[in-house]
């Protein structure tokens, strides 16, 4: 699936290919939920990095969060414009850059369920739905995004 996104003030616009386009998972993480999150939480899907495509790449800013006494490997691109969270990349992982949901301007299909991950890490106001149709989990789950969307059919074009 072809997905084209952008940050509020339009400075820039980005695009990709997904074959996980659901966005199922929501990280309440202290850093997630800071720079992105404004449930509480930031969701983020994946997509091949070798088809990103940037319009407005001298708007682009990188955020490397601190770790304690480490900086994380992992850069959270955002416009330095507005300072929409756009995606997510990682040295670690460079087959794969990480949208953040709300930044995908393309619709998006509903996910059948949703996780709930790094709940240790949530804010106290935060309601984190439990019941049919979401897993909770108090760091990460031991599933991938792409697993998960295998596990349930939706890998590909929705």
Not at 30 to 51: H, L, P, Q
Not at 57 to 67: C, F, H, I, T, W
Not at 80 to 107: E, H, K
Request: proline share 9%; hydrophobic share 35%.
């Amino acid at each position: 699936m072809r997905l084209d996104g952008s940050c509020h003030c339009g400075a820039v616009r980005f695009s990709l290919d997904s074959e996980t386009p659901y966005p199922f998972m929501h990280c309440y993480c202290s850093i997630c939920r800071k720079t992105a999150g404004g449930g509480g939480y930031a969701i983020n899907i994946m997509g091949r990095a070798e088809t990103l495509q940037v319009r407005g790449k001298d708007k682009l800013s990188v955020y490397q969060a601190r770790m304690g006494d480490e900086l994380s490997p992992c850069r959270r691109h955002f416009c330095r414009v507005c300072g929409s969270a756009l995606w997510i990349s990682d040295p670690r992982w460079p087959d794969w850059v990480y949208p953040q949901a709300s930044a995908i301007d393309t619709p998006l299909p509903r996910p059948p369920e949703l996780v709930h991950l790094m709940l240790k890490f949530a804010a106290p106001w935060v309601e984190v739905p439990e019941g049919h149709g979401s897993a909770v989990f108090q760091e990460y789950p031991d599933i991938s995004i792409e697993d998960w969307h295998r596990q349930r059919g939706l890998h590909g074009d929705p």
